[in-house]
């Protein structure tokens, strides 16, 4: 890990609050998105990151929320043009595996550009068996056209920083409190994106490669 990595990953500044109408939430940069968690609500959520997504809109929207992290991560993968990079405990399967659109749109990511890849560092002890059977892993092994382009790395014991995930150095995910299940998205903060890249290349640096393919860990 980088000497600087603490400093590096400490949390975003947090946007002050803003009151959205009752018809839809207002998006406007320099506000914060209210959380939205059932029924038609999760509908004006998925729409109001589509926006952020579309006009790259600075703003923090609170992301914390199972449901919502599948939409961030379903947008991400509809926006991305070149990568995506997920630092995380073992890839939560209420977020990856639960909601088909998340790993139909991952595999649609890798399939548009023979260049596109979709790296994932991993911080817990995972049985690798068990981590290639998840649906989400399972869906995209099995599409021989885009192999190669999923890489998994096991960063266990290297670092103990918050979690976080970038969509092409533009756009970020930042777990702001693990136990408490908060984090933050923002697509257009591309200052942020861009540290936690080099964070997540620095996580990664001289660490294990895992081999999908086998029971097998490879060098990097």
Same mark, same amino acid.
């Given at each position: 890990m980088a000497p600087d990595q603490d400093k590096k990953t400490s949390d975003p500044q947090q946007i002050p609050s803003s009151t959205p109408d009752k018809g839809h939430p207002s998006v406007n940069a320099g506000s914060t998105v209210p959380e939205l968690l059932d029924g038609p609500e999760l509908t004006k959520y998925?729409?109001?990151?589509?926006?952020?997504?579309?006009?790259?809109?600075?703003?923090?929207?609170?992301?914390?929320d199972a449901n919502n992290?599948?939409? *961030? %991560?379903?947008t991400f993968f509809k926006f991305a043009e070149r990568e995506v990079c997920i630092?995380?405990?073992? *890839? %939560?399967?209420g977020v990856f595996d639960v909601r088909?659109?998340?790993g139909k749109r991952a595999i649609d990511f890798l399939r548009k550009?023979?260049?596109n890849v979709l790296r994932i560092a991993v911080s817990d002890k995972v049985d690798l068996s068990m981590f290639r059977k998840k649906p989400f892993i399972a869906g995209i092994l099995k599409e021989d056209d885009i192999k190669g382009r999923l890489f998994v790395y096991d960063v266990s014991g290297k670092t103990s920083s918050n979690h976080f995930s970038v969509m092409d150095e533009v756009a970020f995910r930042y777990e702001t409190s693990h136990v408490q299940k908060h984090a933050i998205a923002?697509?257009?903060?591309?200052?942020?994106?861009?540290?936690?890249?080099?964070?997540f290349e620095s996580i990664i640096r001289d660490t294990q490669k895992m081999n999908l393919e086998s029971s097998m860990a490879l060098p990097l």
């Open positions: 998925r729409e109001t990151v589509e926006i952020c997504a579309q006009l790259r809109l600075d703003s923090n929207l609170p992301n914390g992290a599948a939409i *961030l %991560f379903s630092f995380t405990g073992q *890839l %939560f399967g088909p659109d998340v550009d023979s260049n923002n697509f257009g903060n591309s200052n942020k994106a861009e540290q936690y890249y080099r964070d």
